[in-house]
């Protein structure tokens, strides 16, 4: 449901919502925006924490407060959207009698409730989809907050197959590029099936010049890793592109993803020297205790989340011999690659470096714009996932930061794209992102 497109409703904003973005109550114009009392006590005990929760949190209670400076939340204030916004407490008593009144969300929805029986049309609005089915039962009309989703299952793959003739196959062999009808988005490959020789050509659209230009792609590994497929060899023509400077790659586990980011960033890094250091980054979400718990310093405590970073470079440096590398632990003494967990890059400008931000799928369309902007001059930045694989209980397949960075960038000169789809890690890796 288009929430923007709602007249003469009420929203009632559940907590997880301002936890996904802390502004939200700006995306409803010219309607009542409602927010319960009980959501201010939640974001509350939400502000102290030190990650993403704790800063939207405090971002929220500093936009309610600045709101609250221009009226009375209680009797509702105007908002520059043309919406009516209010803090209101409801009675207990209009909580269904076997429904416990001590959970917090029941006492959220219980706003809700109460504003329908006062005749007014609710919406209640949550990313919590146990808080939405229970809004359900109880007859108010519940949403998801959809401002920032995308669908998933029509994702931008990045590329699009065609048949060739063999003339055209010739000549863009002999030429490098070609005119073609149908003009793609920028940076968009076209797979071209030539059938007579049974052969397919990568190309790239290029927007400059408006033809399709015969991919860089070649047998040569890159730091001694070697496309295995058509799409791994479209990831590393965007990946050591440096006229490309955002780069993301989308697939299941085994893909390749964060393999081929890494190779790549070596090469750019210790052959090209196009870029001073490769920063490879991945968010913390917690599991239980947050890593502030952990004990040692921070490298001990990144060591066991950042472990399968560690393990793909292991792998690398095993195939890709320099002479003046000999393991990671030479990498990172001569900082020529940097491992760090995300929270500690906000703030940061972080020019000429190759930056890769793994397990981007877990991060809210909020972070991935505070992270994003991070990139200084001369930065390339890619960001993997999987949006099938989500850890953070905010975030699903559709809303979360990867997908709709994809959305938000597709056809623009400097970004590109790749979804892989074949694992090429083990057929046991392959039947399990099937089938479990």
């Known amino acids: 449901m288009d929430l923007k497109s709602q007249e003469n409703k009420v929203f009632v904003i559940d907590t997880n919502v301002f936890i996904h973005k802390p502004d939200a109550i700006l995306s409803f114009k010219d309607n009542e925006v409602v927010v319960p009392l009980w959501v201010l006590e939640e974001l509350d005990s939400l502000k102290s924490y030190s990650d993403e929760r704790g800063r939207n949190a405090r971002h929220a209670i500093r936009l309610l407060a600045e709101l609250g400076k221009h009226g009375d939340l209680h009797k509702g204030v105007r908002m520059e959207n043309g919406s009516i916004l209010k803090v209101i407490l409801s009675n207990s008593r209009d909580l269904p009698s076997d429904m416990l009144i001590d959970k917090m969300d029941n006492k959220i929805i219980l706003t809700a409730l109460s504003l329908q029986r006062q005749g007014k049309r609710v919406f209640f609005v949550s990313k919590d989809i146990n808080a939405r089915v229970k809004a359900t039962v ?80 070649s047998e040569e590994p890159v730091s001694g890793i070697r ?81 399968p970073l560690f393990d793909n470079l292991d792998y690398i440096l095993s195939v890709y011999k320099r002479s003046n590398i000999k393991n990671t632990e030479s990498l990172l003494a001569n900082k020529l690659i940097e491992i760090e967990a995300l929270t500690y890059i906000r703030g940061r400008s972080l020019p000429n470096q190759y930056i890769i931000i793994d397990e981007a799928q ?75």
């Not at 005119?179 to 659209?205: D, G, Y």
């Not at 393999?259 to 960033?265: H, R, S």
């Not at 210790?270 to 599991?287: H, K």
């Open 138 to 217: 109880l007859g108010i009309k519940a949403v998801d907050y959809e401002k920032q989703q995308v669908n998933i299952s029509s994702l931008y793959s990045g590329y699009k197959e065609q048949p060739c003739s063999q003339s055209a196959a010739r000549e863009l062999k002999e030429l490098g590029n070609i005119e073609w009808p149908e003009e793609l988005r920028a940076n968009e490959f076209l797979l071209l099936k030539e059938k007579e020789e049974q052969e397919t050509l990568i190309t790239r659209w290029n927007s400059s010049i408006n033809r399709l230009v015969l991919s860089k792609t």
């Open 227 to 307: 496309a295995l497929n058509d799409q791994q060899s479209m990831a590393i023509d965007l990946l050591l592109d440096p006229a490309v400077s955002l780069v993301t790659l989308v697939g299941k586990a085994g893909t390749g993803k964060t393999l081929l980011a890494i190779a790549a960033g070596l090469k750019s890094v210790l052959e090209d020297e196009a870029y001073t250091r490769v920063m490879v980054t991945r968010p913390v979400i917690p599991m239980g205790k947050d890593i502030g718990f952990l004990p040692g310093d921070k490298s001990e405590k990144l060591s066991h989340w950042m472990q």
């Open 362 to 436: 877990n991060l809210s369309p909020h972070e991935i714009k505070t992270i994003v902007s991070r990139a200084g001059e001369g930065s390339k930045m890619v960001l993997t996932g999987d949006p099938y694989q989500i850890d953070s209980p905010y975030l699903d397949s559709n809303s979360n930061g990867l997908t709709y960075l994809v959305e938000a960038f597709k056809g623009q000169k400097l970004f590109g794209h790749v979804t892989l789809y074949k694992s090429e890690r083990s057929e046991l890796a392959e039947l399990a992102a099937e089938l479990l």
